[in-house]
């Protein structure tokens, strides 16, 4: 766990049953200031259900949230005053222009002076376009311009649900360069859900794991990719004469070497991988043995560590 990190959401012991249903079982982890969490599960997994508790907007069975050391249960009004959210889409009047819409907001939050409209705007790259009209928007600046109204107030916590549905390509680098600027830059701790762990390793810092209604775990980035990659490094090597390459290596000790559909596969341990494929290199060349190409092989990619995580339901990483 980070040093000096100070904690913008706790949650502990979190239970919720709708309906017959047992959704969520005991929900527990803790976000930061300063970083971009993601949270991270398979649909119906029990994310929207466990911010909906987050954010106040529908009760918990059992279980502790804490938003900046106030208790959700205990201090509603204050826990609420840290955090802006969007759950689902963000409410916008179409017919309204974003600046509008900004004010009318702002009436329902303490201390949002005109100034801070600007600010917010500028700092979701909207201020040339503040005084159009919400209708004429695209899906990914009213996004934005969500994002501009939950941070409105300054809340040291920021979470949304799913934001990048629905987004094309540039409009998900947009926000996700506003999260991150949010986070590292102003040290508001920003959750944002997702179904994709492709999307989750472009901005977040750690990610919390739920499947089932409940958390397998959280983990940084790093952690992520070092379990995804493994002890070894692949290679693949093309060549004019694969057997007599073989030959060649064969006696070579500290890596596994074998031909595989014609190309020779070399699996060096990571610690010393770029010494081994250079010497292979070099006596294949040396030799006179035509070099055509030398590639790593791919990797598991961290979506498919998360598949087969969440599918069979909590094997965790060391
Ligand atoms: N009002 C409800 N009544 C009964 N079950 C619900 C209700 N809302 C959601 N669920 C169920 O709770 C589970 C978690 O849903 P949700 O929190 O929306 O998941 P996620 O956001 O991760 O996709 C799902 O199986 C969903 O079908
Ligand atoms: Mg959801």
Known sequence: MPENKKVALKIEGLNKTLGKRHILH???????????????????AGKTTTIKCAVGLISMDSGKIEIEGKDVNKD????????????????????????????????????????????V??????????????????????????????????????????????????????LRDILKHLAHEEGVCVIVSSHLMSEMELMCDRVGII???????????????????????????????VNRAYELLEND???????????????????????IISAVNRKIILADIGLYEVTKREKKKLEEVFIEMTANGGDQIE
């Not at 976000?31 to 991270?40: P, R, T």
């Not at 009209?133 to 979470?159: D, E, N």
């Not at 089932?212 to 090597?237: F, H, K, P, R």
């Not at 000790?253 to 595989?260: F, L, Q, R, S, T």
């Open 211 to 241: 499947a089932n209604g409940s958390m397998l775990g959280v983990y940084t980035l790093e952690e992520m990719i070092s379990s995804s990659n493994g002890a070894t490094t692949d290679y693949l090597i093309k060549c004019s004469d």
């Open 76 to 119: 509603f009004e204050g826990a609420m005053a840290n955090v802006g959210g969007i759950v689902e889409n963000p409410e916008m009047y179409k017919y309204l222009t974003a600046r509008q819409n900004l004010e009318q907001y702002a009436r329902m939050r303490d201390g949002v002076t005109p100034e801070r409209i600007e600010e």
């Open 253 to 275: 000790e500290g890596y596994e070497k074998k031909i595989v559909n014609e190309e020779l596969e070399i699996v060096a341990p990571n610690e010393n991988a770029h010494e």
């Open 26 to 44: 005991d929900i527990a982890f803790e976000a930061y200031e300063g970083e971009v969490f993601g949270f991270l599960g398979p649909n119906g």
């Open 121 to 174: 705007a500028k700092i979701v790259g909207l201020s040339n376009r503040i005084d159009e009209k919400v209708g004429k928007y695209s899906l990914g600046m009213r996004q934005r311009i969500g994002v501009a109204q939950a941070i409105l107030h300054k809340p040291k916590l920021l979470i949304l649900d799913e934001p990048t549905n629905g987004l094309d390509p540039a409009g998900i680098k947009e």
